[in-house]
């Protein structure tokens, strides 16, 4: 059951008010309840804390986040944004200093332009939009393109993983959903 919050305390967060365009995106931590992050046109990712009020605790500046693009494993940020080139990118958690940009397989005619981003597990993320309207799985730390769906000139709207990556689903316009197993 949903508990409404009490406006008389700091229950009553307006995160739209940390924000000056729409929020896509918002992914709690999966071990801090309290920190969760948002994100969405306005070119950052926003780290907020339940426990103080009507702020975010940091800024990432430069996610244009555009759907579910926005994940957090340990001490890393993973962002997919909406733009042509390095829209899978890698955060540092504690300093909000970007990692890596992790190469995702473009075609330089459409660009990447990623709707969907997520960690597979500690080494694999994947991610698709409407560039290549597919969906890659790729190893973070070389770059390699473990497996691809593809949704045939249409874009992929969400992806999500489970058992660390070894089941793939990914879906978007017209309907499409595949899933997959990954080796």
């Avoid at 300093?95 to 597979?120: D, M, S, T, V, W």
């Avoid at 500690?122 to 593809?150: P, Q, W």
């Avoid at 249409?154 to 992806?159: E, F, G, I, L, Y």
Wanted: glycine content about 8%; overall charge negative; charged content about 15%.
């Amino acid at each position: 059951m949903f508990e409404a919050p009490n406006f008389m305390t700091v229950d009553d967060l307006t995160v739209t008010s940390g924000h000056s365009r729409r929020i896509f995106a918002l992914k709690f931590h999966p071990v801090e309840c309290h920190i969760f992050l948002t994100g969405g046109w306005d070119n950052s990712v926003k780290i907020w804390d339940r426990r103080v009020a009507r702020a975010a605790r940091s800024v990432i500046n430069g996610p244009h986040i555009c759907g579910p693009a926005i994940d957090i494993l340990d001490n890393k940020i993973l962002t997919g944004s909406w733009v042509a080139h390095d829209a899978l990118q890698l955060w540092d958690f504690r300093n909000c200093q970007l990692e890596k940009n992790i190469n995702f397989p473009g075609n330089i005619n459409h660009g990447e332009f990623l709707y969907a981003a997520q960690f597979c597990n500690h080494h694999t993320v994947i991610a698709g939009g409407s560039g290549t309207c597919s969906a890659a799985a790729i190893n973070v730390t070389t770059d390699e393109v473990l497996g691809e769906i593809s949704l045939t000139n249409k874009p992929v709207q969400t992806v999500d993983s489970i058992q660390d990556g070894q089941l793939i689903a990914v879906a978007g316009i017209g309907g499409n959903l595949h899933t997959a197993t990954l080796c």
